[in-house]
Structures are given as C-alpha cells and as structure tokens.
C-alpha cells in the first residue's frame, strides 16, 4: 500500500471517476492510474469501484467505507508535513486563500496588509471563482482557506466560521427616476432593466428569493461576478445595479448614487472556511484570527477537531 495508489482512489472519487481528470491531477498516465486502482482492490482482497466493462461507474458498498479512510489517512499525511514545518521552527511558506471576488477586492486587502506585515517570508497566494470551486478547492487541498458567501456551510466536511454580515445596495446613476422614490420596492425595480451577479455569487440567492416570494419578475437583462464591471455598466446607462454594500465607494463611484436595500433582501453573512481535520499552521490561524477577531484560537481548534474536542 502506497499513497499513490490512496490518492488515485481519492481523486477517481472526486472527479466523477473519469481516469483520463485524475491521471491529469496526478501527473500520470490513465493505465498507471488503473494499476495503483486494481493493485490496492487485490492488496486489500476488496472491490472499491463498481465497474462497466473497463469503466468506473461509482464505488461499492465497502469501498464507500474505504474511501472515508482513505480520505483521513491522506488529511493525516498532509497534517504531519505541515506539524513538521511548524515544529522546526519555519516561518515560510505559502497561505493560499480562494475566495470570490468581491471578498478579494473588498473585504481582504487590509487583512492581507496587515498579515504581510507579521509574517513578511510567508507568500499569500489569492485565487478567486465561485462558492462552489473554492469549497472543492478546500476540500482538496488546493487552497488552505476559503472565504465566500453561506454556500460554505453546505459542505459537510469544511468547518466554516461566519465572519460578517452585510447587506446589497441599489446602485443608479445621478439623476435616475427610482431616487425620486422612497422606499424604494421590489415592483419599482421590476420597471427598470436590473444588472447584478451571476448565479450562485455575492448573495444572488437572496435577490432571486425575493423575486420569488414577492411574485414579481425582475428584467436582469445583464449578470457579472465582478462589482466594478456591474457598476460600469450601471454608469454606462444600461440598467439598474444590485451590489454587495462593501463593493461601493461613495468617493470613487463618480456619477453613480447608492440606496439601502435591506428593507428588500435578507441579510447575507461571508464566512470563511477550512478543511475539516485539516493542521493549520500558526501563520493560517493567524491570517483567520485578523479576518474574523471574534474568534479565538480554541474556537479554530475545537471546530477543526470536532465536537469530541469540545
């Protein structure tokens, strides 16, 4: 038994079971990736993969248990390379934080200034996309802590710590009709054509629910997952923007005015996440302690450890 052979079994399971994705994740070749398979299925005397022809089709009843182990024993491994740095005294590194980008551009510059500052041998590494990715980015290992929206909290094997709460903004330019109007409602916006996030971005969810439950059918003739290029657009005169409150600046946005539209949408929280079980090095605890101060160290340890540490 190797952690190759773990690995391949990992990675088939993640990636749908299309060996040509994981023996490019693992820098292979497809049959060495179904020879690690087939040498730990005889080495164990057990099936993992159900199988079509020479196909993987989904995992077996005990291989579905056997992949749960696998799974711990790989965070163990990844653990104890992290526990050695940090037990011989290296400062350096790489902290990699996926996060979206309203949260990169927003929320993190001066947490990521003041962390430089602490830890100036330790390379921050940002990489932005949607809840979705970067919670499988956390997941794999790719990224050590994510930062979105509540998406987060649906992936059972992330801890994830809710950090702040805020709320959109109607974004118009100076001089647009719905400033005439106070408070402004779901149905005065329905009238205008309507530019803000893609699905599954910056709180989305809560704008389509409010849509929804209201009964009223929104023109979003234009989506974006970037703020800046909602609110040049807005300036450009092609609809009404709907962005998160920290993406408007009333001293840069020139020509543009902003309405508080908590009345209308629910409240969104950004939290930030880590890998169940995972080893953080003081270096990550210390980034997550700046972004989220109401925390403490106990609170990380015991959330990473599980209710057994409690």
Request: proline share 5%; with cysteine.
């Amino acid at each position: 038994m190797n952690f190759q052979q773990l690995r391949s079994i990992r990675e088939a399971a993640r990636r749908n079971y299309n060996l040509t994705e994981v023996a490019n994740a693992l820098f292979t070749s497809q049959p060495g990736v179904s020879r690690q398979i087939r040498e730990l299925e005889d080495e164990l005397g057990v099936i993992i993969f159900e199988r079509n022809g020479k196909r993987l089709t989904g995992l077996t009843e005990p291989g579905k248990g056997i992949l749960k182990i696998i799974d711990r024993l790989l965070v163990e491994a990844e653990n104890l390379q992290q526990a050695s740095m940090e037990y011989t005294g290296q400062s350096t590194g790489t902290l990699t934080v996926a996060a979206t980008h309203t949260q990169a551009r927003y929320a993190l510059p001066k947490v990521v200034q003041s962390f430089r500052a602490s830890f100036p041998e330790v390379r921050i590494a940002l990489q932005q996309s949607s809840p979705e990715h970067i919670a499988e980015w956390v997941l794999s290992g790719k990224a050590d802590i994510g930062i979105a929206t509540e998406g987060l909290s649906q992936f059972p094997d992330l801890v994830s710590f809710p950090c702040y709460r805020w709320s959109h903004l109607i974004v118009v330019p100076d001089g647009h009709p719905l400033l005439q109007r106070s408070p402004i409602g779901l149905e005065d916006l329905a009238e205008f054509p309507l530019i803000t996030y893609d699905v599954g971005f910056t709180g989305r969810g809560h704008l389509d629910d409010a849509f929804a439950r209201a009964g009223v059918r929104p023109d979003i003739v234009l989506t974006a997952m970037d703020s800046d290029v909602i609110k040049q657009y807005v300036s450009l005169g092609l609809g009404v923007g709907i962005v998160a409150s920290m993406a408007f600046d009333h001293g840069r946005d020139k020509g543009l005015r902003a309405v508080e539209a908590s009345h209308l949408f629910a409240a969104n929280t950004t939290r930030l996440a880590v890998r169940k079980g995972a080893y953080l090095r003081s270096y990550a605890q210390e980034f997550i302690l700046q972004f989220a101060p109401e925390l403490s160290r106990l609170d990380i340890e015991r959330a990473l450890m599980g209710p057994e540490a409690a």
